[in-house]
């Protein structure tokens, strides 16, 4: 069974600080995929990344890095200078790696406030 | 990408009725995928519908609860039937696209639901 976990359910900062995101995973997949979404105030999903098991590499995309270990089965979300329109919830999610129809696994997200 | 629509983006019903959700997506797919997320908790998935076949239930759900419909490649609907306040939540759907050997997975921005 796959199973994503985030310790941190809440997290506050100041604006401009670095905050990370922690995610875990459980799988017995030898291949898979890891996710992050965002889901602001408004409630609709916003895909953020997708990372192959087979691909170590940490990414970075403005100031958002990912930095993925798969010796410690973790997948983790950096925002760097944090905006107060990073506010929301992260979610982190898993999917086996891909045939049609393969459900992804959510973790219970990390409510972010960015605070002025 | 996919541009997802949902009806309606809110609702709020009296326990014992019924309320259908409706997904509308831009393109044809095949695969879509309806979710649940409960008040501040994540996303489940409730079951996935083929089209030209039935749905097919996560454990915990059912068809009589939660019966589906998909019709065609660009559309489905989710009915929450005999609603009581444990039914508040945010419900929503997900498109399967294939991209460069993967499925990518996107959302409709959802529809939240409040049961009085």
């Known amino acids: 069974a796959q199973k994503v976990t985030q310790a941190q359910t809440e997290i506050s900062v100041v604006e401009k600080e670095d905050v990370t995101l922690d995610c875990v995973y459980e799988?017995?997949?030898?291949?898979?995929?890891l996710f992050w979404y965002k889901q602001p105030p408004s409630g609709e999903l916003v895909f953020l990344i997708r990372?192959?098991?087979?691909?170590?590499q940490n990414e970075i995309s403005g100031r958002y890095s990912w930095n993925f270990q798969k010796s410690t089965s973790s997948f983790n979300f950096t925002i760097t200078a944090s905006q107060v329109v990073d506010s929301a919830v992260y979610f982190c999610?898993?999917?086996?790696?891909?045939?049609?129809?393969?459900?992804?696994?959510f973790g219970e997200g990390t409510q972010l406030t960015v605070n002025p | 990408s996919a541009v997802i629509s949902q009806k309606p983006s809110r609702d709020i019903c009296q326990r014992g009725t019924s309320l259908t959700i409706q997904c509308q997506v831009d393109?044809?797919?095949?695969?879509m995928f309806w979710y649940r997320q409960q008040p501040r908790q994540s996303l489940t998935l409730i079951a996935t519908?083929?089209?030209?076949?039935?749905?097919?239930?996560e454990s915990g759900f059912v068809i009589d609860k939660f019966p589906i419909s998909r019709p065609n490649l660009t559309f489905s609907t989710l009915t929450v039937s005999n609603m009581s306040p444990e039914d508040s939540s945010i419900y929503l759907c997900?498109?399967?696209?294939?991209?460069?050997?993967?499925?990518?997975?996107?959302f409709g921005p959802g529809t939240r639901l409040t049961v009085t």
């Open positions: 990372r192959n098991s087979f691909d170590e």
């Open positions: 999610a898993l999917s086996e790696a891909r045939t049609s129809g393969s459900r992804l696994t």
């Open positions: 519908a083929n089209q030209g076949s039935e749905a097919t239930y």
């Open positions: 393109s044809q797919v095949t695969m």
């Open positions: 997900s498109v399967e696209v294939p991209r460069q050997g993967y499925y990518e997975q996107y």
């Open positions: 799988t017995r997949d030898t291949t898979y995929y």
